[in-house]
């Protein structure tokens, strides 16, 4: 079974989650797309009715209204579900997200979810979080080298995500700093301190935050709960 057709099932496994009338946070990648696309499918076929989609990133904003899921924008009600994706998942569900940019608007949506449920393949699975992946750091373009300078004394491998001539710009008009955990990190600390860094925005931890996550591997999906 290739990646992307792990990614449908993990997607497929969590889409059975969501109700009819439910408000849905809706991620943003190439795992949630599936599930974006699952959900419009379940609606154009009656298998779902009155769901509404709030959307995480201009992509997946386009995707959900293509497949005709009405969106609206985010407001202070709590969300009953929200499905995403994650670039790390640790085994008491702590993630790392935003390596596609969208971190900020995940986080601002699914700390408002009742159920934030993970999608993913297999090979996002971690012991310790920074273990594979770069932590997306989201920061004001205003003053961003003095910004880079105080990050870097924090997480001196850190560097602008820059993948052509101009920095990668976020749907919220910010610049991204991905940047290596070294082992032995205390996160919780990190994640304060790393909040605590004049010019950051957000940073790519979601910390206690997931309810479950679905993860798909060749003999299937495997529903995991915090440990
Ligand atoms: O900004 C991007 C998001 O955090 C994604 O959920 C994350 O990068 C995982 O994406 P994918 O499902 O494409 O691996």
């Given at each position: 079974?290739?990646?992307?057709?792990?990614?449908?099932?993990?997607?497929?496994?969590?889409?059975?989650?969501?109700?009819?009338?439910?408000?849905?946070?809706?991620?943003?990648?190439?795992?949630?797309?599936?599930?974006?696309?699952?959900?419009?499918?379940?609606?154009?076929?009656?298998?779902?009715?009155?769901?509404?989609?709030?959307?995480?990133?201009?992509?997946?904003?386009?995707?959900?209204?293509?497949?005709?899921?009405?969106?609206?924008?985010?407001?202070?009600?709590?969300?009953?579900?929200?499905?995403?994706?994650?670039?790390?998942?640790?085994?008491?569900?702590?993630?790392?997200?935003?390596?596609?940019?969208?971190?900020?608007?995940?986080?601002?949506?699914?700390?408002?979810?009742?159920?934030?449920?993970?999608?993913?393949?297999?090979?996002?699975?971690?012991?310790?979080?920074?273990e594979k992946s770069a932590?997306?750091?989201?920061?004001?373009?205003?003053?961003?080298?003095?910004?880079?300078?105080?990050?870097?004394?924090?997480?001196?491998?850190?560097?602008?995500?820059?993948?052509?001539a101009q920095p990668y710009?976020?749907?919220?008009?910010?610049?991204?700093?991905?940047?290596?955990?070294?082992?032995?990190?205390?996160?919780?600390?990190?994640?304060?301190?790393?909040?605590?860094?004049?010019?950051?925005?957000?940073?790519?931890?979601?910390?206690?935050?997931?309810?479950?996550?679905?993860?798909?591997?060749?003999?299937g999906v495997t529903e995991?709960?915090?440990?």
């Amino acid at each position: 079974m290739d990646l992307e057709a792990l990614k449908r099932e993990a997607a497929l496994r969590a889409v059975a989650l969501v109700k009819s009338g439910d408000r849905v946070g809706l991620g943003t990648g190439s795992t949630a797309k599936y599930a974006i696309e699952e959900i419009g499918r379940k609606l154009a076929a009656g298998e779902l009715t009155g769901v509404v989609g709030v959307a995480t990133s201009e992509a997946s904003d386009t995707l959900a209204r293509q497949v005709g899921i009405p969106v609206e924008p985010l407001d202070p009600r709590p969300l009953d579900i929200a499905l995403d994706g994650a670039d790390e998942i640790a085994p008491n569900l702590d993630l790392i997200k935003g390596l596609g940019g969208a971190l900020l608007r995940e986080k601002l949506t699914e700390v408002q979810a009742r159920r934030f449920i993970v999608i993913a393949d297999q090979t996002k699975l971690v012991e310790h979080i920074g273990e594979k992946s770069a932590l997306p750091i989201e920061i004001a373009r205003f003053g961003f080298l003095s910004t880079i300078e105080r990050l870097r004394a924090v997480l001196p491998s850190g560097r602008l995500r820059q993948p052509g001539a101009q920095p990668y710009v976020t749907d919220n008009g910010n610049y991204i700093f991905d940047a290596q955990i070294p082992a032995g990190t205390d996160i919780a600390a990190l994640e304060r301190q790393l909040k605590g860094t004049l010019g950051v925005v957000d940073t790519g931890l979601f910390l206690g935050m997931a309810e479950r996550a679905f993860v798909a591997a060749p003999d299937g999906v495997t529903e995991l709960t915090p440990r």
